[in-house]
């Protein structure tokens, strides 16, 4: 593949509407794959959720039957108020074992139908059998029974409606990364570049965890930001991660992709790295060439690096790529300063 520059106008759209078009199909493919989860954790969640709201009537018509008194009323208020608080992160496991297991125990001395789900609800809003102890002190135990059912629905309730904003906000993440990507608009910005490798690595999401790779970020984040053209940085690290998820799926002992960043001279250096079988030397420069490929037929066009390719010129920076027997690595690099639109033929081409 010759430079971008050199390239006829008609010729340049229409290579780079076939790239678009590749790679708009492998971000349908990792959009469905995606957007698959979310949608079934929010189905179950809701069904789990009418169950649960179903239950609470009952419960209250048992809470409306009892003469309250003041105290009573004011345990269930601020046992109600519990839920309210913000989880308590600073627990340790081995802490909070101990919590559960000695919850379980009071519950059980109150013939509260104990739930290890309750028990660890409460936990996490960081009430202690002590706690409830006081707050229960006077109270009859129909009622602190009742009113700990009613809890315990409650605080399911609340965690189904969390896992459900959970998941809503998953696709909304989704969503993002795909607009970001799939933006038809060629003209340059200024980008981060760990927001562009970050949201392909969302987009391939799906496949990395198929082939069961371990993702390790090596992220030099005070890297300055730099001028990309378009969705191009997205288009470039998404052809990269699918070939190495692709390497991965085939590798015989550890999975790992590492994603490294830095400063190199005057431009920014990213390597992306993997423990698949390698690259043979024989082919380290045949596999930039349009349609070498060799995946089987349906799987690989040839057509991912020549992509790749395409664009670190169209930035005036380079690939390159080394194998050593651990896998394969490529080393992109782009030049911090890119010379003015005005004087950029390849720019000027698209
Ligand atoms: N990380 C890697 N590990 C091992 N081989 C690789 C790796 N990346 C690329 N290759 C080799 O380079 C070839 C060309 O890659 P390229 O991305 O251009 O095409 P493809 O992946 O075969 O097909 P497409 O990207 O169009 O789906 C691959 O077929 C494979 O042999
Ligand atoms: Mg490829």
């Known amino acids: 593949m010759?430079?971008?520059?050199?390239?006829?106008?008609?010729?340049?759209?229409?290579t780079t509407q076939r790239e678009r078009m590749a790679?708009?199909?492998?971000?349908?493919?990792?959009?469905?794959?995606?957007?698959?989860?979310?949608?079934?954790?929010?189905?179950?969640?809701?069904?789990?959720?009418?169950?649960?709201i179903a239950q609470v009537d009952p419960i209250l018509r048992?809470?409306?039957?009892?003469?309250?008194?003041?105290?009573?009323?004011?345990?269930?208020?601020?046992?109600?108020?519990t839920t309210e608080?913000?989880?308590?992160?600073?627990?340790?496991?081995?802490?909070?074992?101990?919590?559960?297991?000695?919850?379980?125990?009071?519950?059980?001395?109150?013939?509260?139908p104990s739930s290890p789900e309750l028990a660890a609800a409460l936990v996490e809003r960081g009430v202690t059998p002590d706690e409830l102890a006081a707050l229960a002190r006077g109270c009859s135990p129909a009622v602190v029974g009742d009113a700990m059912a009613w809890l315990s629905r409650l605080t399911l309730i609340r965690q189904l409606l969390d896992d459900v904003a959970r998941s809503a906000a998953r696709i909304g993440e989704l969503v993002h990364a795909v607009k970001s990507q799939a933006y038809a608009d060629a003209s340059r910005r200024i980008v981060d570049v760990h927001e562009s490798i970050e949201s392909s690595l969302t987009l391939m999401g799906y496949k990395l965890r198929e082939a069961k790779a371990k993702i390790v970020r090596e992220y030099d984040r005070k890297l300055?930001?730099?001028?990309?053209?378009?969705?191009?940085?997205?288009?470039?690290?998404?052809?990269?991660?699918?070939?190495?998820?692709?390497?991965?799926?085939q590798a015989k002992g550890e999975r790992t992709v590492r994603v490294r960043t830095a400063m190199d001279g005057d431009a920014l250096r990213i390597e992306i790295r993997d423990t698949g079988p390698g690259i043979?030397?024989?082919?380290?420069?045949?596999?930039f060439e349009p349609h070498f490929t060799t995946k089987a037929?349906?799987?690989?066009?040839?057509?991912?690096?020549?992509?790749?390719?395409?664009?670190?010129?169209?930035?005036?920076?380079?690939?390159?790529?080394?194998?050593?027997?651990?896998?394969?690595r490529f080393v992109v690099r782009i030049p911090l300063v890119q010379p003015s639109a005005a004087t950029d033929g390849a720019s000027q081409s698209r």
């Open 2 to 14: 010759g430079d971008p520059a050199l390239d006829t106008r008609a010729g340049e759209t229409q």
């Open 23 to 52: 790679t708009l199909g492998m971000l349908a493919a990792g959009l469905a794959h995606e957007l698959n989860n979310p949608a079934i954790a929010i189905g179950r969640s809701v069904d789990l959720l009418r169950e649960g």
């Open 62 to 81: 048992q809470i409306a039957s009892h003469p309250w008194t003041d105290e009573e009323l004011r345990f269930l208020a601020r046992l109600g108020a």
């Open 85 to 112: 608080r913000a989880a308590d992160a600073g627990i340790d496991i081995v802490e909070r074992t101990d919590r559960e297991e000695s919850l379980i125990a009071w519950l059980d001395g109150h013939d509260v």
């Open 224 to 249: 300055p930001r730099v001028e990309t053209y378009g969705t191009e940085l997205h288009q470039l690290w998404t052809n990269l991660l699918d070939n190495a998820a692709d390497a991965i799926g």
């Open 280 to 287: 043979p030397a024989a082919l380290t420069e045949r596999i």
């Open 297 to 328: 037929a349906g799987k690989g066009t040839g057509l991912g690096l020549d992509i790749v390719k395409r664009i670190v010129a169209h930035h005036h920076g380079s690939v390159a790529c080394e194998s050593d027997g651990a896998g394969a």
